[in-house]
């Protein structure tokens, strides 16, 4: 069993910065790629940021040059340092996860999304 746990989400106003936290735990071998994912009240889900295979890093064009995402492989937890926030950012960010995981003496591999956090940009 694998679980993703958010944290960090809030209240800002614009121009501000919140870092969200997701750490993944269970049976784990290993964290193959993190990403960010956010839904917005227009209910469209979109990639925000992906800490994939290899270290291949990528962002959306509406964020780049503001968030920034990294990775603790020891921690198996990933960031999301969001700067500059601004009301179009307001949405609920979820993290999803690649993980292999051990079950007795078997490997498998399998996707995980967190519970999702809420980010809410407003004066």
């Known amino acids: 069993q694998v679980t993703l746990v958010e944290s960090g989400g809030g209240l800002v106003e614009p121009g501000g910065s919140l870092r969200l936290s997701c750490t993944a735990s269970?049976?784990?071998?290993?964290?193959?790629?993190m990403s960010w994912y956010r839904r917005t009240p227009g209910n469209q889900r979109e990639l925000v940021a992906a800490?994939?295979?290899?270290?291949?890093?990528e962002y959306a064009d509406s964020v780049k040059g503001r968030f920034t995402i990294s990775r603790d492989s020891a921690k198996h937890t990933a960031y999301l340092e969001m700067n500059n926030l601004k009301p179009e950012d307001a949405a609920e960010y979820y993290c999803?996860?690649?993980?292999?995981?051990?079950?007795?003496?078997?490997?498998?591999?399998?996707?995980?999304w967190g519970q999702g956090i809420q980010v809410t940009v407003s004066s």
């Open positions: 800490h994939g295979f290899g270290g291949l890093i």
């Open positions: 999803f996860a690649t993980i292999t995981y051990s079950q007795g003496d078997r490997r498998s591999a399998d996707i995980y």
């Open positions: 269970g049976s784990i071998v290993t964290v193959n790629a």
